[in-house]
């Protein structure tokens, strides 16, 4: 198939630039590239590629801008003319250069100028037919500039179409089956990646040949089609609007459920419901839980018999039942070995711990000795040597729950409660 019949289709506007083949750059696939990898074509699209910041559509303005007498610099000119000052008006994005009413040179522009900083330009041209005048012009160029690096080295060929091949295998079969039956696949594109000093280079050259030729390089612009981004937009804003209502309604119903749901009106009440299966969300402190274990968590994964029976403890985690919602809560249970009851004995929510039996949290924090003040006393002292004031104080209030009272545990809270009143 041909080029120009693949490439047909409702051009529009773009019409007006007859620009024969070179159309085929707006639809040229590429790989946009990285800092190490430069940017690249990859083949040809049935219609329009969707360059990021491209805003060329088939009803974007062309503004003809007429002959160019000083090349590149008469071209930046024309930019900065077009160019507005609201950043929400249409503005140049790319251009065609024409010899005889012949497009010779197409480029995209990423951004809003002809800038040296432009890393790549998306450039199609065909010089060919001017191929007389360059050879000389060329040589001319070179004896002038020889020692220009730039010149002496840069050499452009006389159009920027190219053939990509790529070779695809059979899916079946040994790999001595698969390389004989390979196949080689070759893509014509048109275009190419520039930089901004390769295309003012390539321009000047074409101003030069032209004005040899005694006939003028005439120019036409292509502004940015901003109504056509502006439709898009609403488009995606009344497509965002859509999906997010329907989830706002099924949000605020799943919310408004959750509020019939059971209460409890205390961590120990909370976990006596879920205890005794009474409903797979339950009300508390505020928000609704999903009384069903984490799979992450569950007892079955998380720990071992063995462990259970010698008294080693284990979190049960509990998300809540809001939708978005990250909260959690979770639940240390610990087997009571004297008792023969898996007894909870610390919750933690909102990022805070609450104590549920005081014996068996303290045997677990402090060990055997929980209750002689010479074992227990360095272990306080020694968090609030490491400012960990709270864990001082749930062992204090721990103690105090078990009976305790020892004179040393006002001297020691009080002592806690000047450096945290420091700290605010």
Same mark, same amino acid.
């Given at each position: 198939?041909?080029?120009?019949?693949?490439?047909?289709?409702?051009?529009?506007?773009?019409?007006?630039?007859?620009?024969?083949?070179?159309?085929?750059?707006?639809?040229?696939?590429?790989?946009?590239?990285?800092?190490?990898?430069?940017?690249?074509?990859?083949?040809?699209?049935?219609?329009? /590629?969707?360059?990021?910041?491209?805003?060329?559509? #088939?009803? @974007?303005?062309?503004?003809?801008?007429?002959?160019?007498?000083?090349?590149?610099? @008469?071209? %930046?000119?024309?930019?900065?003319?077009?160019?507005?000052?609201?950043?929400?008006?249409?503005?140049?994005?790319?251009?065609?250069?024409?010899?005889?009413?012949?497009?010779?040179?197409?480029?995209?522009?990423?951004?809003?100028?002809?800038?040296?900083?432009?890393?790549? /330009? %998306?450039?199609?041209?065909?010089?060919? *037919?001017?191929?007389?005048?360059?050879?000389?012009?060329?040589?001319?160029?070179?004896?002038?500039?020889?020692?220009?690096? =730039?010149? %002496?080295?840069?050499?452009?060929?006389?159009?920027?179409?190219?053939?990509?091949?790529?070779?695809?295998?059979? +899916?079946?079969?040994?790999?001595?089956?698969?390389?004989?039956? !390979?196949?080689?696949?070759? +893509?014509?594109?048109?275009?190419?990646?520039?930089?901004?000093?390769?295309?003012?280079?390539?321009?000047?050259?074409?101003?030069?040949?032209?004005?040899?030729?005694?006939?003028?390089?005439?120019?036409?612009?292509?502004?940015?089609?901003?109504?056509?981004?502006?439709?898009?937009?609403?488009?995606?804003?009344?497509?965002?609007?859509?999906?997010?209502?329907?989830? *706002?309604?099924?949000?605020?119903?799943?919310?408004?459920?959750?509020?019939?749901?059971?209460?409890?009106?205390?961590?120990?009440?909370?976990?006596?419901?879920? =205890?005794?299966?009474?409903?797979?969300?339950? #009300?508390?402190?505020?928000?609704?839980?999903?009384?069903?274990?984490?799979?992450?968590?569950?007892?079955?994964?998380?720990?071992?018999?063995?462990?259970?029976? &010698?008294?080693?403890?284990?979190?049960?985690?509990?998300?809540?039942?809001?939708?978005?919602?990250?909260?959690?809560?979770?639940?240390?249970?610990?087997?009571?070995? =004297?008792?023969? %009851?898996?007894?909870?004995?610390?919750?933690?929510?909102?990022?805070? &711990? /609450?104590?549920?039996?005081?014996?068996?949290?303290? !045997?677990?924090? /402090?060990?055997?000795?929980? =209750?002689?003040?010479?074992?227990?006393?360095?272990?306080?002292?020694?968090?609030?040597? +490491?400012?960990?004031?709270?864990?001082?104080?749930?062992?204090?209030?721990?103690?105090?729950?078990?009976?305790?009272?020892?004179?040393?545990?006002?001297?020691?809270?009080? @002592?806690?409660?000047?450096?945290?009143?420091? &700290?605010?």
């Amino acid at each position: 198939m041909r080029l120009s019949e693949i490439l047909n289709e409702n051009l529009g506007t773009l019409a007006q630039l007859n620009l024969g083949p070179l159309i085929g750059l707006l639809k040229t696939e590429f790989n946009p590239g990285s800092k190490r990898n430069p940017a690249s074509m990859t083949g040809l699209a049935t219609s329009f /590629v969707d360059y990021p910041g491209h805003r060329i559509t #088939n009803t @974007s303005e062309i503004i003809d801008i007429g002959p160019l007498s000083k090349g590149m610099t @008469s071209l %930046r000119k024309a930019f900065k003319q077009y160019n507005p000052d609201n950043m929400f008006d249409p503005y140049p994005k790319g251009f065609v250069l024409y010899v005889r009413n012949k497009a010779i040179i197409f480029a995209i522009i990423v951004g809003d100028k002809i800038r040296k900083q432009n890393p790549e /330009v %998306r450039v199609a041209y065909d010089l060919r *037919d001017l191929e007389e005048y360059l050879t000389s012009y060329e040589e001319a160029d070179r004896e002038a500039n020889k020692d220009k690096w =730039m010149h %002496r080295n840069l050499k452009i060929p006389r159009s920027s179409e190219q053939t990509l091949s790529r070779t695809e295998y059979p +899916t079946t079969g040994n790999w001595a089956e698969r390389r004989a039956g !390979r196949i080689e696949i070759l +893509t014509p594109i048109v275009g190419k990646f520039m930089s901004a000093g390769e295309l003012a280079y390539l321009v000047n050259q074409a101003a030069d040949v032209t004005k040899e030729m005694g006939e003028p390089l005439t120019a036409k612009i292509i502004m940015s089609d901003i109504k056509a981004l502006k439709k898009i937009q609403s488009r995606q804003h009344i497509r965002y609007e859509l999906e997010n209502t329907g989830d *706002d309604l099924k949000t605020r119903l799943i919310k408004y459920k959750n509020t019939k749901k059971p209460t409890a009106n205390s961590i120990q009440e909370f976990i006596d419901m879920v =205890m005794k299966g009474q409903a797979k969300v339950i #009300n508390f402190n505020g928000r609704p839980w999903k009384t069903t274990i984490e799979k992450d968590y569950s007892p079955k994964d998380y720990h071992q018999k063995e462990n259970l029976f &010698k008294g080693i403890p284990f979190d049960i985690h509990y998300r809540s039942a809001t939708p978005d919602s990250f909260d959690s809560l979770y639940i240390t249970f610990m087997y009571d070995i =004297m008792t023969g %009851r898996l007894v909870p004995i610390e919750a933690q929510y909102d990022r805070e &711990k /609450v104590i549920l039996d005081d014996e068996l949290w303290l !045997r677990v924090r /402090v060990g055997a000795g929980a =209750m002689v003040k010479q074992m227990v006393i360095p272990k306080i002292l020694n968090y609030i040597k +490491t400012e960990n004031f709270k864990e001082a104080k749930l062992i204090i209030g721990a103690l105090r729950g078990t009976g305790v009272d020892w004179p040393e545990l006002d001297t020691i809270e009080k @002592s806690i409660n000047i450096e945290l009143a420091k &700290k605010k």
